[in-house]
């Protein structure tokens, strides 16, 4: 493994340890089931444009991960609605 790997294994650790109660991890495939049941979830896709131009899931909005804090203005007022963000992983 290499140091930026191990570097982004150590922080996503450390970030999912910490996860807000009410918060939580869910895989691809929960995501897609969730999706295919037309559920509403609000999709942040937070890679660079470049990256969300080449692919996305569709009705995912992009905001790449620098520009979160100042876009907070754009999240559902429906604090019931789940928020799910998307990226790549960091390696």
């Keep these: ?3 930026r790997e191990d570097m982004c ?3 996503e650790m ?4 910490e996860l807000r109660k009410g ?3 869910i895989t691809v495939e929960e995501l897609k089931k969730r999706l295919d ?3 509403n979830i609000f999709l942040i896709d937070v890679r660079e444009p470049d990256e ?6 569709e009705d995912a909005v992009n905001i790449p ?3 979160v804090p100042g876009a907070v203005d754009i999240l559902p007022e429906d604090l019931d609605q789940p928020i799910v963000s998307i990226c790549h992983r960091c390696l």
Excluded: C, G, R
């Design 1 to 3: 493994m290499s140091l």
């Design 9 to 11: 294994s150590a922080m």
């Design 14 to 17: 450390q970030f999912f340890k």
């Design 23 to 25: 918060w939580h991890l």
């Design 37 to 39: 049941k037309n559920e």
């Design 52 to 57: 969300f131009s080449s692919a996305h899931i």
């Design 65 to 67: 991960v620098h520009d």
